[in-house]
């Protein structure tokens, strides 16, 4: 079989696996995969992701985006929050006690706590189904992406290095009170991970721990920001993931 007379690209590639490339195209990209065994490997590493993740959020993957997270509401004034039907969709809070954890300060109020941790877990939920377009600055353009989300939130947005986890990207999303960053990493075998932050008027507090669904969160604030680590609910794994995020927070000063 000939290789194609135009080079495959990566998107093409993700088209490919997402059943959207063009049928004049197809027969292209399956003699560029024939003719070049490592991107056969990726689209097939792709391919067994999309199927890991469709087995996990396809319950949620049609959901309407919920108003609190449209883009509009940079603009907006902060809402008031209904501490009910807040209090009923989030559950079981716990502040977290292991060495290194934050223990100083007052605790946050749980309407901070709530509303910070719903917004990321809706987040959270939204956009790690996504395989192709999960973020709107890939994780190879780390230095671009956290200049981007700095100068657009107006504090230091660093993007960890994580163990076993790969930088996808960020975006830029709205906060409870303002423009909020959104971060997402992923794990060899399709496990992802998000952080978020957004400002907050609050004194340092504890981690607080939640879950929604099949999905697990842990929201700490520290110098006037607000962090929430969503993932998947082994709260072992999330704690894990959490821990190194707030201690590379701590050692580069924000």
């Not at 883009?71 to 079981?92: C, D, F, H, N, S």
Request: glycine share 10%; net charge negative.
């Amino acid at each position: 079989m000939t290789e194609p007379n135009i080079p495959v690209t990566e998107d093409e590639l993700h088209a490919y696996v997402d059943n959207e490339l063009p049928a004049e195209r197809r027969a292209d990209v399956e003699a560029w995969l024939a003719a070049h065994p490592d991107d056969a490997a990726r689209v097939q590493s792709w391919r067994e992701m999309a199927d890991t993740l469709h087995a996990r959020y396809d319950s949620v993957v049609d959901e309407a985006v919920p108003k609190r997270l449209e883009i509009e509401r940079l603009q907006r004034q902060p809402r008031r929050w209904v501490y009910g039907a807040v209090a009923a969709t989030l559950m079981a809070f716990v502040a977290g006690g292991g060495a290194g954890w934050i223990a100083r300060g007052a605790a946050a109020t749980p309407s901070i706590v709530q509303s910070f941790t719903l917004d990321a877990l809706d987040a959270h939920r939204l956009y790690v189904v996504e395989v192709r377009h999960p973020v709107e600055v890939p994780g190879s353009e780390r230095d671009h992406l956290q200049q981007w989300l700095t100068r657009r939130c107006g504090w230091d947005v660093r993007a960890p290095e994580l163990a076993g986890l790969k930088l996808v990207g960020g975006r830029l999303l709205p906060g409870p009170s303002g423009p909020a960053s959104f971060l997402m990493y992923e794990g060899a075998s399709g496990e992802r991970f998000t952080i978020y932050t957004a400002k907050a008027k609050t004194e340092p507090t504890q981690m607080r721990y939640s879950v929604k669904g099949s999905d697990g969160a842990l929201f700490w604030a520290d110098r006037g920001v607000a962090y929430v680590v969503s993932g998947g609910n082994d709260r072992g794994r999330l704690t894990q993931v959490a821990q190194a995020v707030y201690d590379q927070m701590e050692k580069s000063g924000g």
